[in-house]
């Protein structure tokens, strides 16, 4: 679906959100969601916390999975995504803070993979994501999931693209500051969620578009993977989808 502005399109996906949230609440049971981070996402959480101060929207049966995490990354850090989404989301709304999941850049290396596992545990014992929001990186990755992941795959360590640290460095101060590491959720994980919206806003995200939306699948282009989904939607603005 291609909208002229960003804004437009981003407050049409925190109604859409809003709406399973309420439906959620009515079921009485828990609305589980996997968020993004990114500049892509910025607008969609405005609005929800909008929703939230000006019509009530409550968050108290939400529960979150965040998509990624820099590894190492301690929480405090102005780069983790521990930070963004509480600046953005979490402490603007009234989320309990047990029902918000992060992966956890402080994590051993010894304790690494059990916690993977863990994670992705976690996310099936909720029944799955009942919604999950994505941008998208110019190495077609979603999440983490960089350019050789398997459509299988579940939340794990992975090491990050040249690209994607060098798209990272701006924010970090320079590229020698970005982790080379990182904790995602897989493609799997990402695919087995019952609905999926990915954003993409810009020029610069065009070519990527156009691979992930009318290439061939393949594991060279993660975001590939999500043609198959059954219910996914590309969010995009007329810039993103220029290439189309
Ligand atoms: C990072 C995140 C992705 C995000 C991507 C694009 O790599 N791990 O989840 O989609 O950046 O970011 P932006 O939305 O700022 O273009």
Same mark, same amino acid.
């Given at each position: 679906?291609?909208?002229?502005?960003?804004?437009?399109?981003?407050?049409?996906?925190?109604?859409?959100?809003?709406?399973?949230?309420?439906?959620?609440? %009515? /079921?009485?049971?828990?609305?589980? &969601?996997?968020?993004?981070?990114?500049? @892509?996402?910025? $607008?969609? +959480?405005?609005? &929800?916390?909008?929703?939230?101060?000006?019509?009530? /929207? @409550?968050? $108290?049966?939400?529960?979150?999975?965040?998509?990624?995490?820099?590894?190492?990354?301690?929480?405090?850090?102005?780069? @983790? +995504?521990?930070?963004?989404?509480?600046? !953005? /989301?979490?402490? !603007?709304?009234? #989320?309990?803070? %047990?029902?918000?999941?992060?992966?956890?850049?402080?994590?051993? *290396? %010894?304790?690494?993979?059990?916690?993977?596992?863990?994670?992705?545990?976690?996310?099936?014992?909720?029944?799955?994501?009942?919604?999950?929001?994505?941008? =998208?990186?110019?190495?077609?990755? =979603?999440?983490?999931?960089?350019?050789?992941?398997?459509?299988?795959?579940?939340?794990? @360590? #992975?090491?990050?693209?040249?690209?994607?640290?060098?798209?990272?460095?701006?924010?970090?101060?320079?590229?020698?500051?970005?982790?080379? $590491? *990182? =904790?995602?959720?897989?493609?799997?994980?990402?695919?087995?969620? $019952?609905? #999926?919206?990915?954003?993409?806003?810009?020029?610069?995200?065009?070519?990527?578009?156009?691979?992930?939306?009318?290439?061939?699948?393949?594991?060279?282009?993660? *975001?590939?993977?999500?043609?198959? !989904?059954?219910?996914?939607?590309?969010?995009?603005?007329? %810039?993103?989808?220029?290439? &189309?």
């Amino acid at each position: 679906v291609i909208f002229e502005s960003s804004k437009e399109a981003s407050i049409l996906v925190a109604h859409e959100l809003a709406n399973l949230i309420h439906r959620k609440e %009515e /079921l009485n049971e828990p609305c589980v &969601l996997g968020l993004a981070t990114g500049s @892509s996402p910025i $607008k969609v +959480y405005e609005e &929800l916390v909008r929703m939230h101060k000006e019509e009530n /929207l @409550s968050f $108290k049966n939400v529960v979150t999975f965040n998509l990624d995490e820099y590894y190492p990354m301690d929480k405090n850090n102005i780069q @983790s +995504y521990h930070h963004f989404m509480h600046e !953005h /989301l979490f402490n !603007h709304v009234d #989320i309990l803070p %047990e029902n918000v999941n992060i992966p956890n850049g402080t994590v051993s *290396a %010894e304790e690494l993979q059990q916690y993977c596992i863990d994670y992705e545990m976690k996310i099936i014992s909720y029944g799955g994501l009942d919604f999950q929001l994505l941008g =998208i990186g110019r190495t077609g990755h =979603i999440g983490f999931n960089e350019p050789g992941s398997h459509i299988n795959s579940g939340t794990r @360590s #992975i090491t990050l693209d040249h690209l994607t640290r060098a798209d990272a460095a701006p924010s970090f101060l320079g590229i020698d500051n970005v982790p080379r $590491k *990182a =904790i995602t959720m897989g493609i799997g994980t990402v695919r087995n969620a $019952k609905r #999926i919206v990915l954003l993409g806003w810009g020029i610069s995200k065009a070519e990527i578009l156009k691979k992930t939306i009318e290439g061939e699948m393949s594991s060279q282009v993660p *975001a590939t993977y999500l043609q198959e !989904h059954n219910n996914t939607t590309f969010v995009l603005d007329t %810039e993103a989808s220029s290439e &189309l």
